[in-house]
């Protein structure tokens, strides 16, 4: 069965930090090159951050110095660390392949209050 399933979604205030993640079956994740999305209403899906097999990430502007992205590929989890949350993080977030996608599943919610 392929299976991503995101979890670590909560409410919480600006300034505090949450940390997501997306637990893999079914999928050879090692080789996998893997990506954090986000959706907020009314907005396109946009990539938050993106890790590679070899554990290379890259960022989006507007999360570059606050989030982390890592992986575990013992436990075929991978992780987005997020620290000095802002409003404008509120968003449903989701894990993906970075290449060959899957269908998108639930994701987890995220709201940051002011």
């Known amino acids: 069965q392929v299976q991503l399933v995101e979890s670590g979604g909560d409410l919480v205030q600006a300034g505090g930090s949450l940390r997501l993640s997306c637990a893999a079956s079914g999928i050879a994740f090692s080789l996998e090159s893997m990506g954090w999305y986000r959706q907020a209403p009314g907005k396109q899906r946009e990539l938050v951050a993106h890790i590679t097999s070899g554990g290379s990430t890259n960022y989006a502007d507007s999360v570059k110095g606050r989030f982390t992205i890592s992986r575990d590929n013992a436990k075929n989890t991978m992780y987005l660390q997020m620290n000095s949350l802002k409003p404008e993080d509120t968003a449903v977030y989701y894990c993906?392949?970075?290449?060959?996608?899957?269908?998108w599943g639930q994701g987890t919610q995220v709201t940051v209050s002011s």
């Open positions: 993906n392949l970075f290449y060959g996608k899957l269908p």
